[in-house]
């Protein structure tokens, strides 16, 4: 007979804050009436993420899906702009939400993160811009990528959304490229429900930024740009103000998860965990891991034997954004250019991590693996 965990396990499951801490925050929205256009908590979060993050300049949005799109008209990007095919379909869809064509470009083995070494060959008269992804939380070869940009006056915008918190030797992550982008989704490490925000370097980009995501307005009666709506509710903000405050206990329990994880699936034949001989900066914002042909069950076999058991695994990303029907027909969308990304996208399966997993719920899904082999 099928054992079930009880209640279901997801791939993700939010923290949130105690209840109480937040009636304060909503006891002062309902008495001043502020409710949203960059109020108090807007402002307030600005602040308390640019010292959080380590970072300049942040303009928050209501979700990095609008951010994204944003930065690619703030930076007036148009033509061919080269991404990977190995995301969330957000990222691509941004260029499309602005005219602009992505040219896919194949990925590397070890981190899926954008293979820099494949750039060069993809770049012609009309590509303005590289757009990688720090997969899973996993920096892109940050310097390899500017050096690209520098010799051929390209701008980066990385798609940050999965990189909150994420350093490396020098500081933050999302201080390199032009603009950095990331998602504060329910699914996310850090959280306000709906919500993203724009990393930028200068208070003119920050300016240019925030008058985009309210429509173009500068003062009450000038409109300078065809701008959106991107701004993050009063509400929003004030939940994230209260998210940073347990932050650090969050990603601390998550690593815990990931190390136990690791620890626990060593051996079992056709189970790799990504990334477990490289010391790398995360996270822990997902625990993915690559089913090879060797595993009895496959990768699908795995997922849905999970699933039997109420564990609920997920395939990102699975399929390719290069395979979705809006993208299928460009040249760079050919599996032949990208065999790395075609095979993990294969082999993925992110299994369940978040604050609140219980070891006992860990021991039990990694004793489903191993029981299969
Ligand atoms: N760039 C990248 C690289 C991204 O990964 C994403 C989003 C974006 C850009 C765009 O960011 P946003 O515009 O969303 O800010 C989820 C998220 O919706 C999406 O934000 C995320 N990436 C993507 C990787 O995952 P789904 O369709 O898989 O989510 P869903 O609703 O199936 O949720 C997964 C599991 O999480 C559920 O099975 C249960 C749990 N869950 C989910 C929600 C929404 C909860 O327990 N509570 C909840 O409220 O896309």
């Not at 915008?157 to 490396?168: L, P, Q, R, S, T």
């Not at 032009?178 to 996310?188: E, G, Q, Y």
Request: glycine fraction near 6%.
């Amino acid at each position: 007979m099928t054992q079930k965990i009880s209640p279901p396990v997801y791939v993700t499951r939010p923290a949130l804050p105690p209840l109480e801490e937040l009636m304060p925050y909503l006891q002062k929205i309902w008495d001043t009436r502020v409710l949203t256009n960059c109020g108090p908590f807007h402002q307030e979060l600005e602040q308390a993420l640019c010292e959080y993050l380590g970072v300049k300049h942040i303009c928050l949005f209501a979700n990095a899906t609008i951010a994204l799109v944003t930065a690619l008209k703030a930076l007036r990007i148009e033509g061919e702009v080269i991404t990977t095919p190995y995301s969330f379909v957000a990222t691509a869809h941004s260029l499309l939400w602005n005219g602009i064509s992505p040219v896919f470009v194949d990925i590397e083995p070890d981190t899926l993160n954008i293979d820099p070494a494949r750039i060069e060959a993809a770049i012609t008269p009309k590509t303005t811009a590289i757009m990688p992804v720090h997969c899973y939380g996993t920096p892109c070869e940050v310097d390899a990528i500017q050096r690209i940009a520098d010799n051929y006056n390209l701008k980066v915008i990385y798609d940050a959304a999965h990189a909150f918190g994420v350093k490396n030797q020098h500081g933050s992550i999302l201080n390199y490229g032009d603009l950095s982008v990331l998602s504060f989704h329910a699914t996310k490490v850090f959280n306000t429900f709906e919500g993203g925000a724009i990393v930028c370097p200068d208070a003119k980009t920050k300016k240019h930024i925030d008058n985009l995501k309210n429509f173009g307005f500068v003062n009450e009666t000038t409109v300078v740009a065809s701008g959106i709506n991107g701004k993050m509710s009063e509400i929003n903000a004030a939940l994230g103000l209260l998210q940073l405050k347990h932050i650090d206990d969050l990603i601390a329990k998550r690593k815990a998860i990931d190390h136990a994880y690791r620890k626990m699936l060593t051996g079992i034949k056709g189970i790799r965990c990504l990334l477990d001989t490289t010391p790398h900066d995360t996270n822990f914002s997902y625990f993915p891991i690559l089913v090879s042909p060797e595993y009895p069950l496959g990768r699908d076999g795995l997922y849905e034997m999970l699933k039997t058991h109420n564990i609920f695994a997920r395939r990102y990303f699975y399929p390719l954004i290069s395979e979705f029907s809006m993208y299928r027909g460009l040249t760079s969308s050919d599996k032949h250019h990208l065999p790395v990304a075609d095979n993990a996208s294969k082999q993925i399966l992110c299994l369940p991590i978040y604050p609140d997993l219980e070891m006992e719920t860990v021991e039990a899904i990694v004793r489903h693996i191993a029981d299969a082999v």
